[in-house]
């Protein structure tokens, strides 16, 4: 090796260590994340050479091959190493013309090859390749860079033509470079010019290093054992930007690489992956390092290094050592150099992050499900929390502690029992639900391809399906079974609304399921490109699309219950569509939006479950019982409202519709009547006696204060009174009865309940409405009868 000429060994060291060595050779622990990694110069290096023997072969610093050859002629030697794309073997080949201002290269300059545009000879001053029997030639191929020297034994012998013949069969091996920028210089961004700005020209004094440098833009390489998508990166490779400077001298082949990324959080998981190399010893007297910085030794390949990292950027010193240099002295020119650097880089946050391990595909699948029930849980909560809430308005522990006196022809009904029994069926098609989507969102989580995407369709199609039969069911639980219902088109409103309500639903559940996979595994190219978009780190978008998402399924929630309710049939259709004797629903038009608790049914579909309303009006729980005894009808608001889910709505002129509602009256087969103390009310009461209509008329007590209820039963009474109505005192606390049915012997039959919520409304109304009932008298409360329930409950 003696023999070689030492300003080459030099130069192609230079290249190795200082170019590969901080871009082309990583942490031993880290996965290379680039996008072309390069093949192994072993596999491509020529090992045969015709005339000559291959006499020895070595590895240098950062996987330099070197192979000797001797023959008749002379004694040739070819050094390789390989360059990973980015910087790409191009690149870094067109940066050396930057290499002149070295010391140990003065006297020597390059000379473009006149038919081979990836190839410099490498010639003293003044002379031309060949002279005095030294032929060098500095070339690029796809992969790779080489350095072929022949040292000839007869000074006129033509060692370029062999030289250039070696070159050419060198890259017909490995594959030709794209000729386009070799012989341009590598151009400098602007961001690339403020990290240039940022390493010092002069390196630290005192360790004989030269002061030109070797100063090249670009070039970062991304060394993260978090990503492993290539299209991560070259996306994030292509965002980066970086600098790097070189010096050599005095034993030591040193450089400086600054890489700004396009998120902080990959600089700070770069930092981390040098912190699992082994630390280097810091001799005595050396400076303190940069806050947070990581002095390590690399000993796959000799290097000592300093790495910290400043918000975006991250600095990484390197520094390569032979005698008379030292592994102190290496250290500490690189401690000194990251102080240098340090005093001109912004400041930012400094310490390194490590990427959570991903988890399994059975825990990710897992935490998946998790996700869901949780939503479901949390929008089931705040639900809870919403009922709780109305419930508080107008509940009242104040329960009299003595009943009012009753005529013996009272019968009181306690509904607690039958409403029990309808919370537990409601829990159940919840349960059910639950699985469904659980199950459709694990399928679409775990990347199974066509058969998950199967399986999420099955099992939007079961919810579906048991949700309706369970409605069906539900009709039944208490009322008659209502007759089939035909299938009608949705009025053209509903219908438009129940498609945006539909890819509402759509885009919130995907969103929510991205977000998902966004928190829980590595970043995605997707995952990036939203992050540079919304200029956020990668972890925090997956947070924002998860929330987000699920946010619009709620959203979606809400309208698809529009959608329900604008694509209602009319009266008229209702009434044609059902033969049975319609239900004449009468209140105060104020009534409309009063609030009442709900339980989990089957009468929301399957895509309400994540809804947190906690409350419907108190007209449609009401209108849904009553559906099973007739169609529901009732007026609507003068002057047009929203359309609603529960009673059909027909609007009726002021000059008609007296005559009209007399005619709803008579054709009714029950009306059920809200007490309140409106003058249309009022008039509708009296109506109610004098055309007969007082046996079949149910008064159901909305869900109000006490005083509230008190003053409109007062009201009502006092009207049906004036009316010729013989009305007694309610047979139990106003605050307790939900249902008022006044007979013909002008006995009562009323239902009560110690809470207010959607079950007691719908027990009540089927108790009242029970055409069969027998008894044998007057129920006390202390014996108030529970027809589901079992046993009777004790009154309080």
Request: glycine fraction near 10%; aromatic fraction near 8%.
């Amino acid at each position: 090796m003696g023999t070689w000429p030492r300003h080459a060994v030099r130069a192609t060291i230079v290249f190795t260590v200082v170019v590969a060595g901080i871009f082309g050779s990583p942490p031993r622990d880290a996965v290379r994340a680039q996008a072309d990694p390069p093949g192994d110069v072993n596999d491509v290096m020529l090992d045969e050479i015709d005339g000559f023997t291959l006499a020895d072969e070595s590895t240098g610093q950062a996987g330099a091959l070197t192979r000797e050859f001797t023959g008749a002629d002379g004694e040739l030697q070819i050094i390789g190493f390989s360059v990973a794309t980015p910087p790409g073997a191009e690149a870094l080949f067109a940066a050396s013309r930057t290499m002149g201002g070295f010391k140990f290269l003065e006297g020597l300059e390059f000379i473009d090859h006149p038919s081979i545009p990836s190839a410099r000879w490498l010639v003293s001053a003044g002379t031309l390749p060949g002279e005095n029997g030294l032929t060098e030639l500095f070339f690029a191929t796809r992969e790779h860079i080489f350095l072929v020297i022949l040292n000839a034994t007869d000074p006129s012998f033509d060692g370029p033509t062999l030289v250039e013949s070696v070159a050419r069969a060198q890259a017909a091996k490995d594959g030709p470079v794209s000729d386009s920028g070799l012989n341009e210089p590598v151009a400098t961004t602007e961001v690339e010019a403020r990290l240039s700005a940022m390493i010092p020209e002069q390196p630290p004094a005192g360790y004989g290093l030269d002061s030109a440098s070797l100063r090249l833009p670009g070039f970062t390489l991304l060394e993260n054992d978090a990503i492993s998508d290539s299209g991560v990166v070259a996306f994030l490779n292509d965002r980066a930007q970086g600098f790097t400077a070189a010096w050599t001298g005095a034993g030591l082949s040193t450089g400086v690489g600054i890489s700004k990324y396009p998120y902080a959080i990959f600089a700070a998981s770069d930092l981390a992956q040098y912190g699992k190399l082994p630390p280097a010893t810091i001799p005595d007297g050396a400076p303190t390092p940069p806050r947070d910085a990581v002095v390590f030794e690399r000993t796959d390949n000799g290097l000592v290094g300093v790495a910290f990292r400043r918000g975006d950027l991250l600095v990484l010193v390197l520094s390569d050592y032979e005698a008379p240099a030292t592994a102190s002295t290496a250290t500490s020119f690189a401690i000194d150099e990251a102080n240098l650097v340090d005093r001109e880089v912004p400041a930012g946050v400094t310490t390194p992050y490590i990427f959570p391990t991903p988890p399994s595909r059975l825990t990710g699948l897992a935490l998946t499900a998790a996700f869901v029930i949780a939503a479901v849980g949390g929008a089931n909560f705040v639900a809870r929390l919403r009922a709780r809430r109305v419930r508080r308005a107008w509940s009242t522990d104040d329960t009299p502690a003595v009943w009012p006196a009753r005529r013996t022809a009272t019968e009181l009904v306690q509904l607690d029992g039958d409403a029990a029994a309808l919370r537990h069926r409601g829990a159940v098609v919840e349960v059910v639900q639950l699985v469904t989507i659980v199950v459709g969102v694990v399928a679409l989580a775990g990347d199974f391809g066509w058969r998950g995407a199967t399986v999420a369709v099955v099992s939007l199609a079961v919810g579906l399906v048991f949700s309706h039969w369970w409605l069906r069911r539900e009709y039944r639980l208490l009322g008659p079974a209502a007759p089939p219902r035909e299938f009608r088109v949705p009025r053209p409103a509903g219908a438009v609304m129940g498609i945006v309500a539909f890819g509402v639903l759509g885009l919130g559940v995907a969103y929510l399921f991205k977000g998902m996979r966004y928190v829980i595994l590595k970043p995605t190219l997707a995952q990036l490109r939203w992050a540079n978009l919304l200029a956020m780190a990668p972890r925090d978008v997956g947070i924002v699309f998860a929330f987000g998402g699920l946010l619009v399924t709620m959203l979606g929630a809400v309208l698809w219950r529009v959608a329900r309710a604008l694509g209602r049939a009319r009266v008229r259709e209702v009434l044609d569509a059902d033969p049975r004797p319609s239900v004449l629903y009468l209140r105060s038009f104020a009534d409309d939006s009063v609030p009442l608790p709900i339980i989990a049914s089957a009468r929301r579909p399957l895509f309400e479950l994540f809804s947190v309303r906690g409350a419907d009006p108190f007209e449609e729980c009401v209108a849904w019982e009553l559906d099973s005894y007739g169609p529901v009808v009732a007026v609507g608001r003068p002057g047009g409202t929203l359309a609603s889910l529960g009673a059909a709505r027909e609007h009726l002129s002021n000059e008609t519709w007296h005559d009209e509602i007399e005619s709803r009256m008579r054709d009714a087969g029950s009306i059920a009547l809200a007490p309140g103390d409106t003058d249309g009310l009022a008039w509708e009461l009296e109506a109610i006696v004098s055309g007969g209509h007082l046996p079949k008329t149910i008064f159901v007590f909305p869900p109000l204060a006490p005083a509230e209820l008190d003053r409109r039963w007062s009201h009502t009474s006092a009207v049906l009174r004036a009316a010729g109505a013989m009305v007694d005192e309610l047979p139990a606390p106003c605050s307790l009865v939900h249902t008022l049915q006044i007979r013909d012997d002008d006995s009562m039959r009323a239902t009560w309940a110690f809470t207010r919520d959607e079950a007691t409304y719908r027990s009540a109304v089927d108790r009242a409405l029970e055409r069969d009932v027998t008894t044998d008298g007057p129920f006390p409360p202390e014996a108030a009868p529970s027809r589901v329930g079992g046993a009777p409950e004790s009154r309080p």
